[in-house]
């Protein structure tokens, strides 16, 4: 019996040494620590973006017509220069590309500085070169103007990205995180303004003649334009394993240009962090 009991004892006792070693014995595995991923260090990757170029044609012109007719009493009287000829344009479009950053992590707080860029084509072009706007009054020179003006713009934007600032909260396998900075680009854009001011002795309305016309024009072409502005978004990061993560996010940018624009894109990406 002192035989059994002893026994008893000896394998009770080398249970509990062994329940002691197995770490599922002493509780769920949630009762563990969490997983915490090394986001710190460089990181480079590709991507792929869709979005919608806007563009605001409104004051595309106004500057080149300002210059056509400098110091002209049509202008000064009427202010040709500032009718609204043009308007607002939106296009789809797309691209690829690339990214490189760094980042500094504390605990599950996660800063980073990061370079992007994207090549693609954004553009939209308006004219009403087919219907121009005109107006007409009798001016201090005893004559009736009767002014028509042309105008026509466009731009494409095949190089663009942002040099931008991150901040991210590390979620288990995730980085959720909010960017902004500065966008930068580069854009081929094409503008004319063309303005026919038409004499007549009075109203043609009212049995006026026609004297003559005199005729204002001005062109500007910039190819490989460099635009600049600001930009932000949203975006998350997943690690896959090893340093492999893949990312989708959101930007807008918007560029202080001749022509008023900005991009919006969606893109996915993969990256490796080192």
Not at 202 to 225: C, E, I, M, W
């Amino acid at each position: 019996m002192r035989r059994v009991v002893v026994g008893a004892m000896l394998l009770t006792v080398a249970q509990e040494a062994y329940a002691a070693d197995m770490p599922f014995l002493r509780g769920s595995v949630l009762d563990g620590p969490s997983r915490v991923v090394n986001w710190e260090g460089f990181y480079i990757g590709g991507q792929a973006s869709y979005g919608t170029s806007d563009m605001n044609f409104t004051d595309a012109t106004r500057g080149l017509a300002e210059q056509a007719m400098t110091n002209t009493l049509v202008n000064s009287a009427m202010q040709v220069s500032d009718w609204p000829t043009l308007g607002k344009q939106s296009a789809h479009g797309q691209g690829y590309g690339g990214f490189v950053g760094y980042n500094w992590q504390w605990t599950d707080v996660v800063l980073g500085l990061e370079a992007n860029y994207i090549h693609g084509k954004f553009d939209g072009s308006d004219s009403n070169v087919a219907n121009p706007m005109t107006r007409c009054m009798g001016l201090s020179d005893s004559l009736y103007h009767c002014a028509g003006y042309r105008s026509a713009a466009s731009i494409v934007i095949n190089d663009l990205g942002s040099a931008r600032a991150r901040a991210g909260w590390s979620v288990g396998s995730f980085l959720p995180y909010m960017f902004g900075g500065v966008s930068l680009g580069q854009a081929d854009i094409v503008r004319s303004a063309s303005i026919r001011d038409t004499l007549y002795t009075a109203s043609p309305a009212l049995g006026g003649t026609y004297v003559g016309y005199n005729q204002f024009d001005r062109a500007k072409v910039q190819n490989g334009h460099f635009i600049y502005g600001y930009g932000g978004g949203l975006g998350v990061d997943m690690m896959v394993f090893g340093g492999l993560f893949v990312r989708a996010e959101w930007e807008y940018l918007k560029f202080a240009a001749p022509v008023d624009t900005s991009v919006s894109t969606v893109r996915a990406g993969v990256g490796y962090k080192f």
